[in-house]
C-alpha cells in the first residue's frame, strides 16, 4: 500500500506504530535498506511513505526522529542509555523510574521509550540552563522548592517555545510529573517542582484544530484577489501546498518551469531537501516572474520582493498578514474565526487525498478484470512508481482545475 491510499490523519499514534512494524518497515527490507540502521526521510520517500512525516509533525507535534525513537530505533552508547547528562545520581534514577514503566506499570516498549526520549530532552534543557541536571540532589530539602520550582520553570518556558503543540507540551509535562511523583514515593525527594506547572499556561486540553479551507472558500480567496501578486499568494499556499516562510522567501532559482516535471526545488525543508510540482498554476507563475523582470531591471529574483526588509523579501508574518486581509475581504471564516495561512496547506492536503481516492475508484475496474478486489493492489502491482506519480499529478490537476478555472 503506498503512502497516498493511506488516511495518516485518521491513524492514532500507536496505529502509526503498528503500521511501521507491521507495513513500513518490511518495505524498507524490500528496498535494500538494513533495519539495524536508522531509516531517514529520503528512505520513506524511496518506499513511498513520505506522508508519515506530515502527519506526525501536523497531528501527532513528532518528529520523525522523535517517532523512530518510540519503535526501536534509540541510539544506545556502550554504558546504556544516552542521556546527555554527566549527573550520576540523576541517570540512576531515571533509570530506575524507566524500569519501573517497563517492569511494574506494563507499558509498550515504544511508549516507555518515548517517555524515555522527553525525559532526556527535559534533563539537557535543564543542563543547558542551569550549569548542571542535578535534578534528584535540588528536591531532597523543602528549603530550595522556591527556588527550584523557578528552575523547572525556566525549562518548561523553553519547551513551551520549541514544541509546535499544547498536547505535546502537556505530553513532557505528564512525563516530568511522574519522574518527580516516582521520587517522593521512594522518599527520596520531598517535593515535586513541577505539579503546578500547568496552571503557569494557557495550554488547551483539547485536540488540535486541523479544520482546512473548504473548495468554496479558496474560490471567493482567489477571487477576492485584486493583482497577480494576491492570485499568486492564493495559488501557492492553496495549490501548491507552501508553507507560508517558504512562500515568502520564493526565488527565482527555485522554479523550473521548461520541462515535462514543472517544479519548485528546496534546499532546505523542514525534512530536507525536496522539490513540489506544479500542477496547476505554472502559467500564473511564469506571468509573474516576466512582469517582474520587465517592471525592474533591477529585480532581486523573489516573487515577494521587498524593499523594506534586508532579506530582499518579504517575511512569513508578511504572508499571513496579507493571507487573512484577503480572508476577510472575501468574507472567508473557519468556525467564525478569519482562517491563517496554513489551513491553505491543510486545503492542498486534503485536496491531494481526495484526487487519490478519485483515482483509486477510476482503478476499480482494471482491478475487476485482474480479479481484484482491492484497486490499490493494481496502483502497486501493476502501474511503474513514474506511472503512478503522473496519474495522481493528474488527478490532482483536474482538481484543481476545477477549483480555480471556474472563476477565469
Known sequence: MSSEQIQWSHKSLEELREFWNTEIELELRRAGHDLEDKPSYQDLL??????LT?????????TLSEFLESVGYVEESVEGYPWGIDDETTIEELESFIRTLERRQ????????TKRSRLATYAQ???????????VDRVVDTSERATEIRRVLAVFDELDADLRTDASKQRYLSDVNQFYSHLERRAIAAFNPASRISEEYNWNRGEKDNQPLSTEDVQRLYK???????????????AWGL????????????????????????????NGPGTVALVYGREQLSDRIGALGARDD?????????????SGHI?????QSRFQRLSNRAGVTVRGKTPTSKMGRRFWYTTYMDAQKQLLENLDMIADDQGSSDAGVVLENYLSEAERREYRREFMRERLADIFDVLC
Open 54 to 62: 506530515y502527519t506526525l509533525r501536523e497531528h501527532h507535534g513528532m
Open 298 to 310: 533591477e529585480w532581486n529574483g523573489y516573487l515577494f520582493p521587498s524593499t523594506a526588509s534586508s
Open 125 to 135: 534543557l535543564y543542563d543547558e540552563l542551569h550549569g548542571q541536571a542535578n535534578l
Open 224 to 238: 477576492a484577489a485584486k493583482s497577480p501578486e494576491e492570485e499568486l499568494l492564493v495559488l501557492a499556499l492553496c
Open 46 to 51: 524511496d518506499v513511498s511513505y513520505g506522508g
Open 243 to 270: 508553507r507560508r516562510n517558504e512562500v515568502a522567501s520564493l526565488h527565482v532559482s527555485q522554479v523550473v518551469l521548461g520541462s515535462e516535471d514543472p517544479h519548485v526545488y528546496f534546499e532546505e525543508r523542514k
Open 315 to 319: 517575511v512569513g508574518e508578511t504572508v
Open 106 to 113: 506494563g507499558l509498550a516498549d515504544t511508549t516507555v521509550a
